[in-house]
């Protein structure tokens, strides 16, 4: 009887313990919130990428595509009305090399980089096939 009371004294004052410490911890900071969402792929079997943009009403976001050195290709301006968008970029008239996508909205800032590589078509010389006996 006197061993199970003693380990149920040690119990609680392991549980005491636990819980002055668990008192003792700040409160957690909660997280900035993201003002909108984005997702990148490339349409199959092109030369063309599609930009899917999620944002909360009431703040603008500027998108520029910039070319390796630094200039910008093309500039897309959404207003704060709107809220889902898409966006299509092609590819094919402008030669291989590094992109930046930057889409910017406020203070935030998101960046992601292109790498457009095409391989160049040659053509085989014809070939025969020749069996012998």
Same mark, same amino acid.
């Given at each position: ?19 002055g410490?668990?008192? %003792?911890?700040p ?11 984005? #997702?990148? &792929? +490339? ?30 290709l093309?500039?897309?301006?959404l207003?704060?009305? %709107? ?10 008239s402008?030669?291989? #090399?590094? &992109? +930046? ?8 800032r ?24």
């Amino acid at each position: 009887m006197r061993k199970v009371v003693r380990k149920i004294g040690i119990g609680f004052c392991c549980l005491l313990l636990m819980a002055g410490s668990v008192a %003792a911890t700040p409160p957690a900071v909660p997280l900035p919130q993201e003002s909108f969402k984005m #997702g990148m &792929y +490339r349409v199959k079997d092109s030369l063309k990428m599609k930009l899917m943009l999620e944002k909360e009403e009431g703040k603008a976001v500027s998108i520029k595509l910039y070319d390796n050195k630094g200039r910008v290709l093309q500039r897309y301006v959404l207003g704060k009305k %709107a809220g889902i968008h898409s966006i299509q970029f092609d590819f094919a008239s402008v030669p291989d #090399g590094a &992109y +930046r996508m930057v889409v910017t909205s406020g203070d935030e800032r998101m960046v992601k980089d292109i790498r457009l590589s095409t391989a160049h078509v040659v053509e085989v010389p014809a070939r025969t096939l020749v069996a012998l006996n």
